[in-house]
Nanobody, 116 residues
């Protein structure tokens, strides 16, 4: 397993931007898939975006064109650039690592709050 630590959450107005970072405790080169998930109060945790070791990305329909996931294997870090934020993006954002949709390690989460 790998330990993951998210950072970069906070309070932002609608239309604003945030960049989340997920630092891994070991090299991310060997991690097949890394992803960002969010969980709003009373709702299930959902995939926001994922990126494979080869750089292939996948996005939830609700964030396509607004969010960008990237990974820097030299820094063992995955990023989520979030633009044009809306109140519906308010949630706790978690970083996950694993293989495909099977997540074997989770971070502790970072709160993102978008005010209208």
């Amino acid at each position: 397993q790998v330990q993951l630590a998210e950072s970069g959450g906070g309070l932002v107005q609608a239309g604003g931007s945030l960049r989340l970072s997920c630092a891994a405790s070991r090299s991310t080169i060997s991690i097949n898939t890394m992803g960002w998930y969010h969980q709003a109060p009373g709702k299930q945790r959902e995939l926001v975006a994922s990126i494979t070791r080869g750089g292939r990305t996948n996005y939830a329909d609700s964030v396509k064109g607004r969010f960008t996931i990237s990974r820097d294997n030299a820094k063992n870090t995955v990023y989520l650039q979030m633009n044009s934020l809306t109140p519906e993006d308010t949630a706790v954002y978690y970083c996950g690592a694993g293989v495909g949709l099977v997540v074997t390690s989770w971070g502790q989460g970072t709160q993102v709050t978008v005010s209208s």
